[in-house]
């Protein structure tokens, strides 16, 4: 997640990793002195491990090589010690009963834990859901039952979930467990989590990676002295504590801008967000220029005449507006069109940028265009020719996909679009294409646009668009109701 606000801009995902890295390279917390070094903690757990393997609790495992140079990425404090997982504790495989012997399952006696109920649960702890199986079905399986508060890690499809499980559990192939010895578990969790890119390299496999069982055993760590484990494991869980705070009171600040938004687009499209000035030129007049205006335009021949559009009742008006203003249909203030066809085989690599309703979305958010297309330069000039050019201060909107997104064509723009996939407002009439585009995005308009009056849509048509009702301010106040919506998104920003 990125946090962002005037003065703050955090990717917590990274600041998450960056923290256990420093931890387990031994720069998050100071190292003391007094510490019993690992090199002694290790003796320890070499000892604790051969009773075990005396008294018949865990088996004796074959030797494993140094460790070698270039299998220590990176430097640790001197009064630590690079180990093996098998070093400093057991590791179990997983096994799964046959799925055909009911008497295997669906009893309550052990969890059986996987990498897919592992990739639901998102804490350290692990609290999901998992099917059990009997301790017969353990017995007839190549499966263990493994010790609570041991680590479980997912070995494939995929690698490098984990978890620590406080609960007795087994589990299926596609899981590794460590047990540890004399060892602080939480800890270890941290470790082997930072150190799954390692891991992950010496994964086999041709259809997915897997990490065999002695891949995980030999698998190397950084282990601190005891004492330091818990340090680190508190400062760790300090920050993270620290960071999810922040991550929860910016989705509060964003749920709040958000309903502080709509609010205000509510309010300005009922004319309650500026005051109305009785010099102003009202919504009627305007109206009527218009339409002597469109008159012209057809007698000209540079637009088309289209059907009247029905007359406005007053049972479709949802609500109260100024005196000044007026409720009018799209089509009454603009000419509504789409483009000259472009088929998919004109489609090019590079050229002319040639815009769907996705596209539209993007460029609507400033965002980087993913995977975009083309067309040439011949083909553009021949549609446009037949169609006309997007001029500045024109409106697209998206019909298809995320319906009713709005697009303020720039002077300098050139492009062309999908038809069908995008509806065409000519702003011959100078409307201020800024109140519509915040007219677009407020309540009423939203739900107008997306169920048309209770009837499920998949599109915006041309027909549905000209005949969208919508509340036309003076074209003054249009400019106020912009530069105040502007300045108070401006304020939520900030």
């Known amino acids: 997640m990125i946090v962002k606000n005037s003065s703050l801009s955090v990717d917590t995902e990274k600041l998450r990793k960056k923290i256990l890295d420093l931890a387990i390279r031994g720069k ?25 393997i005396k008294e018949k609790k865990i088996k004796k495992s074959k030797p494993l090589p140094e460790i070698t140079a270039e299998e220590k990425p990176f430097a640790i404090p001197e009064r630590w010690k690079w180990v093996r997982l098998d070093d400093v504790g057991v590791i179990t495989s997983g096994g799964t009963p046959k799925r055909n012997v009911p008497e295997y399952w669906n009893s309550e006696d052990i969890p059986w834990i996987t990498p897919a109920v592992m990739g639901k649960n998102k804490d350290k702890v ?11 079905g353990l017995a007839k399986s190549s499966a263990q039952l493994i010790k609570k508060n041991s680590i479980v890690f997912s070995s494939r499809a995929p690698i490098g979930y984990i978890n620590i499980v406080p609960f007795d559990f087994t589990t299926n192939q596609g899981c590794k467990s460590f047990t540890g010895i004399d060892v602080y578990i939480d800890y270890m969790y941290y470790a082997i989590k930072h150190q799954v890119p390692y891991i992950e390299k010496n994964g086999s496999g041709t259809t997915f990676k897997e990490i065999s069982a002695a891949v995980f055993k030999s698998s190397t760590v950084p282990l601190p002295p005891l004492a330091e484990q818990k340090r680190i494991v508190t400062k760790i869980e300090e920050y993270m504590q620290a960071i999810k705070v922040i991550e929860d009171s910016s989705k509060d600040y964003e749920r709040l801008q958000s309903q502080l938004d709509k609010k205000v687009l509510d309010l300005a499209m009922r004319g309650k967000l500026v005051p109305q000035d009785n010099q102003d030129e009202p919504a009627s007049v305007l109206l009527e220029k218009i339409k002597e205006e469109k008159a012209q335009l057809i007698k000209e021949k540079k637009i088309k005449k289209s059907k009247p559009l029905p007359e406005i009742t007053a049972e479709e008006k949802p609500f109260e507006i100024p005196e000044s203003w007026e409720w009018v249909r799209l089509g009454e203030i603009f000419d509504i069109t789409s483009s000259k066809r472009v088929k998919k085989n004109e489609w090019k690599k590079r050229g002319i940028p040639f815009y769907r309703a996705r596209e539209i979305v993007s460029i609507s958010k400033n965002e980087k265009l993913k995977d975009p297309i083309f067309i040439d330069e011949e083909t553009y000039k021949g549609k446009i020719s037949v169609s006309g050019k997007p001029r500045g201060k024109d409106i697209l909107i998206t019909g298809v996909g995320t319906l009713g997104i709005p697009y303020i064509v720039k002077p300098n723009d050139k492009f062309y679009f999908k038809d069908g996939n995008i509806i065409w407002l000519k702003n011959y009439f100078e409307i201020i294409p800024e109140y519509i585009k915040y007219l677009l995005f407020c309540s009423y308009m939203r739900k107008e646009i997306n169920n048309g009056r209770g009837t499920t849509v998949a599109t915006l048509t041309i027909v549905r668009a000209n005949n969208l009702l919508i509340p036309l301010p003076p074209l003054a106040e249009q400019k106020r109701i912009v530069a105040k919506i502007e300045k108070i998104k401006q304020y939520l920003k900030s």
């Open 28 to 52: 998050l917390v100071p190292q003391d002195s007094q510490d019993e070094p690992a090199s002694v903690l290790l003796e320890k757990i070499k000892a604790e491990k051969a009773q075990l």
């Open 126 to 136: 692990f609290n999901g859901e998992f099917e059990y199986i009997s301790e017969k």
